[in-house]
Nanobody
Framework: QVQLVESGGQLVQDGDSLRLSCVLS????????MGWFRQAPGKEREFVSA????????DYADSVKGRFAISEDNGKNTLFLQMNFLKPEDTAVYFC????????????????????WGQGTQVTVSS
């Protein structure tokens, strides 16, 4: 059974940092392109960041570029999102997602491209 479980979300202040984790079970992360998405209250879910299965090429939405960093630990089968200089507009539920690609260096920005999703973790940034 495939499971993606996010953690690390909490209430922080403007300018703080957080690291989100997404632990995968039932699949091997090095054969999957991974992504982070977020959904703010009253808004549609949006792309945040992605990383390829091979060579770990990162991709970022313009709104987080230079502040967020995506990474993974293959040994722990875990995806991370380091978030620095957080802003109130980063407040959202953050979701991780996985797409089987085998040994591919491709990244994906569209929700429909992903096969598996976690339940999300809440990040709240107060001003």
């Amino acid at each position: 059974q495939v499971q993606l479980v996010e953690s690390g979300g909490q209430l922080v202040q403007d300018g703080d940092s957080l690291r989100l984790s997404c632990v995968l079970s039932g699949l091997t992360i090095n054969k999957y392109a991974m992504g982070w998405f977020r959904q703010a209250p009253g808004k549609e879910r949006e792309f945040v960041s992605a990383i390829s299965a091979v060579n770990l090429y990162p991709d970022y939405a313009d709104s987080v570029k230079g502040r967020f960093a995506i990474s993974e630990d293959n040994g722990k089968n875990t995806l991370f999102l380091q978030m620095n200089f957080l802003k109130p507009e980063d407040t959202a539920v953050y979701f991780c997602a996985a797409r089987f690609t085998g040994f591919s260096a491709e990244t994906f920005r569209e929700e429909r491209d992903y096969d598996f999703w976690g339940q999300g973790t809440q990040v709240t940034v107060s001003s």
